[in-house]
């Protein structure tokens, strides 16, 4: 918070943005209530707010949809309901924009901004793969699938700039026209 805090105080906390994945379980980073975790930080960061006079740009929450031991299931730690627990939670408590991302689909993310468990919802894995993400989402279109093996390696091409937009032949180009 400290950091926080230093960098509020350098370029105001309308400049920051602060990123925090209290459900994460990579690299034995797991806490035993991640709600209560969350929690912390958010009051936290709300009194900081209250004393600078001016809200963070954001608050991006991560959630696992997929944990170190692989896809999240209904009724486990970690599942949707859990999840969707866990947003509810921070965004009732936090005072300002909140963001989340994890895993979130087309469908996933419209409901999690129609329940207001969100301001916005960020799509990663999903961007990387779809060059055209807001099209496709715009027209429902069909999603490229990322490929996990080519995240975070040394090549500028493979894995980011080599997935395919759209093509035309496939109707939905006429669609593209009257957007």
Same mark, same amino acid.
């Given at each position: 918070m400290q950091v926080v805090q230093a960098v509020v105080s350098a370029i105001g906390a309308d400049r920051v943005g602060v990123r925090i994945s209290p459900a994460i379980d990579h690299l034995d980073a797991m806490d035993s209530d991640p709600v209560g975790l969350g929690l912390a930080v958010v009051e936290r960061l709300n009194k900081l707010q209250l004393n600078h006079g001016s809200r963070l740009t954001y608050l991006h929450v991560t959630q696992p949809r997929y944990t170190a031991y692989g896809q999240t299931e209904s009724g486990r730690p970690g599942s949707e309901e859990e999840e969707a627990h866990l947003m509810r939670t921070l965004r009732k408590a936090y005072q300002g924009t909140l963001v989340c991302? #994890? #895993?979130?689909?087309?469908?996933? #993310?419209?409901?999690?901004?129609?329940? #207001?468990?969100?301001?916005l919802v960020s799509y990663g894995r999903l961007f990387i793969s779809n060059p055209d993400l807001v099209l496709r989402f715009k027209l429902n279109a069909p999603l490229n699938k990322y490929n996990r093996k080519t995240f975070y390696t040394q090549d500028p091409v493979i894995g980011y700039t080599d997935y395919p937009f759209l093509s035309k032949g496939s109707g939905i180009q006429e669609s593209r026209s009257r957007l």
């Open positions: 991302s #994890g #895993g979130f689909t087309r469908e996933l #993310g419209m409901q999690a901004l129609a329940d #207001g468990d969100a301001d």
